[in-house]
């Protein structure tokens, strides 16, 4: 039986997904939905569809939501006010409101729908064996230079607790600049400076 599976949001990561997708040698249905209706028609095939809507009574195994957090709860409750939905793949940043999570954990809860944020480097061989092998206290550092802090911090941080098994962090400092600078993405800022967790 083939398996069902939406991109929601077809810009840099989505599209990505849709490449890791094509290379999967299971029988897959792919559809896409985006607001830029003209980009993703050019992508239909025989197994990629294309959806004007959410409205859609469909069952999916698995969505890949990577819109951006400005318009991911509505596309969120949309979908599954409408479809089933088996597993989602969330982009970080979710959200940025705090009920926005509190509701989507009600959601996920009362639709049984398995969600896992994209955080990736949990799932990396390399970082699966330092794991194995740190042994009481260490300190991770990245550098570098027009990474987009605000938007890619949360890797780390996360790739931090991962490594440490810690469940909570306590002390955080920063070190930033207080000018806001333009975001690769429009509409958002970034940071430049120190983080420290």
Not at 17 to 45: C, G, S
Not at 111 to 134: G, H, M, P, T, Y
């Amino acid at each position: 039986m083939k398996k069902k599976i939406l991109i929601i949001g077809c810009g840099n990561i989505g599209l990505r997904h849709l490449q890791a997708l094509k290379k999967i040698k299971k029988n897959l249905i792919i559809f896409l939905y985006d607001k830029d209706l003209e980009k993703i028609n050019k992508l239909k095939n025989k197994n990629i569809f294309v959806l004007k809507n959410l409205k859609q009574n469909l069952i999916f195994d698995l969505v890949i939501i990577s819109t951006n957090s400005e318009e991911r709860f509505r596309v969120f409750t949309e979908l599954v006010n409408s479809n089933q939905v088996k597993k989602i793949i969330f982009e970080k940043f979710i959200y940025f409101k705090n009920y926005q999570f509190t509701r989507t954990l009600e959601i996920l809860k009362q639709k049984k729908i398995k969600a896992w944020v994209n955080c990736l480097r949990r799932e990396i061989d390399i970082f699966k064996k330092i794991k194995s092998q740190i042994e009481g206290q260490f300190k991770l550092l990245y550098c570098s230079n027009n990474w987009g802090l605000a938007c890619n911090s949360i890797h780390f941080l996360d790739l931090f607790v991962y490594l440490s098994k810690v469940k909570k962090i306590d002390n955080f400092s920063n070190k930033l600049n207080r000018n806001l600078y333009n975001s690769k993405r429009k509409g958002y800022n970034e940071l430049k400076g120190k983080l420290e967790f």
